[in-house]
């Protein structure tokens, strides 16, 4: 069973802090992702990498940042959180086309 | 613009009925479709796909069919149960970049006993 694992289901942080959202799956895939869902919303892409040190911006990108440097790990990195960043995140990895997703991070800034 | 969408945000259906769930896209590229199903304060996992040289893929009481002319796919459940309560995301991709999806903003199916 492919298994995808975030560091932290819940986590409460304060406007301006760095935030670092940690993402591991054991099944060598070589594509990861970083969404979040907000109500209404459905899920939006942030980034997305398709092998290791490379990245690409998803659709909302902007206040994130990721780093892949090794195949198994993709963080996502916010910069100096915001309020408007209060969100579910969810991380994914996939061979092909089906994606596997971890259990999420919810992220609450104050 | 909202290539992939889900125009009913909710569904309500009794038990042992059947549930149907629509999907519309716009991208002529999109060649394979996908259906996930999440429950709350869970990540979505996979239900069942179709590629786009199918016109219906069954999967138990789960059945997908696309309309490619229409750019329509719709996810039936017959019968449903109270179980399969959950918001729903449809999802397209390309295969000229097949790992990566476009989701819809997700239907919550409520099944009532």
């Known amino acids: 069973d492919v298994k995808v694992t975030q560091s932290s289901r819940y986590l409460v942080k304060r406007t301006g802090e760095k935030v670092f959202l940690e993402c591991v799956q054991d099944?060598?895939?070589?594509?990861m992702f970083w969404y979040r869902q907000d109500p209404g919303l459905g899920l939006r892409l942030i980034y997305f990498s398709y092998d290791v040190k490379m990245k690409e911006k998803g659709d909302i990108p902007e206040g994130y940042s990721v780093s892949r440097e090794k195949k198994e790990r993709f963080s996502l990195i916010l910069e100096s959180a915001s309020t408007n960043q209060t969100s579910m995140y969810l991380c994914a990895s996939s061979d092909q086309y089906e994606q596997y997703f971890g259990p999420g991070t919810r992220l609450t800034v104050t | 613009d909202q290539q992939v969408k889900q125009n009913s945000p909710s569904l309500s259906v009794q038990e042992g009925r059947i549930s149907i769930l629509n999907c519309d896209y716009t991208n002529s590229m999109f060649d394979y479709f996908l259906w996930y199903k999440k429950y709350p304060a869970e990540g979505p996992t996979f239900l069942i796909s179709?590629?786009?040289?199918?016109d219906k893929n069954e999967d138990g009481r789960f059945t997908v069919f696309l309309n490619k002319s229409a750019k329509h796919l719709s996810l039936h459940i017959v019968p449903s149960q109270p179980g399969d309560s959950a918001v729903y995301f449809c999802a397209a991709s390309a295969w000229t970049n097949a790992g990566k999806s476009t989701f819809g903003d997700g239907t919550t199916l409520t099944v009532k006993p």
């Open positions: 099944m060598d895939h070589e594509n």
């Open positions: 179709i590629s786009s040289i199918k």
